[in-house]
Antibody, heavy 117, light 113 residues
Framework: EVQLVESGGGLVQPGGSLRLSCAAS????????ISWVRQTPGKGLEWLSY????????YYADSVKGRFTISRDNAKNSLYLQMNSLRDEDTAVYYC??????????WGQGTLVTVSS | DIVMTQSPDSLAVSLGERATINCKSR????????????LAWYQQKPGQPPKLLIY???TRESGVPDRFSGSGSGTDFTLTISNLQAEDVAVYYC?????????FGQGTTVEIK
């Protein structure tokens, strides 16, 4: 069974940093690209970043470029999102999602990030 | 970025009836070299992550009931739920993966009338 489990969310002050993790199991993690997607009540679903299977290709949304860094450790079946210079508008539920041919076939349960003073 | 617009924002349908959700992309998501529409549909129930229903605009994901069907091409797409069941109450999203960044519609809430 494919499982993606996010962790690392929490309350952080504006300007602060947070590192999210996504632990994968049930599939050949090192063979698939993975994305981070966030969801807010106001803006709905927003794709943030993508990393290919061996990290050779990385993309970011303009809204997080220069502030967020995606990475992965295939030996640990894990994906990461380093989030710096956090803003109020980064408050959201953050999902990791396995990518297949461009669409996302499995999603984690999400981790809540709240940016507030 | 390709803007995706869904309609309606919400709809209420009687059990056993049909629900129709529309999704329009501001530019075509049909890739001419392979004649595939880079369009997916997801279902999200309260407190759960999105679940993939349909990809390539009309291919049902494994395990998805056949009352869910997708159609359309180019810029106009439809998700149809035939014989609506109580467990189909959810928010439905379309998503284009034709170009980066992948973008989602705003969502359509389906309720029971």
């Amino acid at each position: 069974e494919v499982q993606l489990v996010e962790s690392g969310g929490g309350l952080v002050q504006p300007g602060g940093s947070l590192r999210l993790s996504c632990a994968a199991s049930g599939f050949a993690f090192g063979s698939y690209g993975i994305s981070w997607v966030r969801q807010t009540p106001g803006k709905g679903l927003e794709w943030l970043s993508y990393i290919s299977s061996s990290s050779e290709t990385i993309y970011y949304a303009d809204s997080v470029k220069g502030r967020f860094t995606i990475s992965r450790d295939n030996a640990k079946n894990s994906l990461y999102l380093q989030m710096n210079s956090l803003r109020d508008e980064d408050t959201a539920v953050y999902y990791c999602a396995k990518r297949r041919d461009g669409y996302m076939d499995y999603w984690g349960q999400g981790t809540l990030v709240t940016v507030s003073s | 970025d390709i803007v995706m617009t869904q309609s309606p924002d919400s709809l209420a349908v009687s059990l056993g009836e049909r629900a129709t959700i529309n999704c329009k992309s501001r530019q075509s998501v049909l890739y001419s070299s392979n004649n595939k529409n880079y369009l997916a549909w997801y279902q999200q129930k309260p407190g759960q992550p999105p679940k993939l229903l349909i990809y390539w605009a009309s291919t049902r994901e494994s395990g998805v009931p056949d009352r869910f069907s997708g159609s359309g091409s180019g810029t106009d797409f439809t998700l149809t739920i035939s014989n609506l069941q109580a467990e189909d109450v959810a928010v439905y999203y379309c998503q284009q993966y034709y170009s980066t960044p992948p973008t989602f519609g705003q969502g359509t809430t389906v309720e029971i009338k």
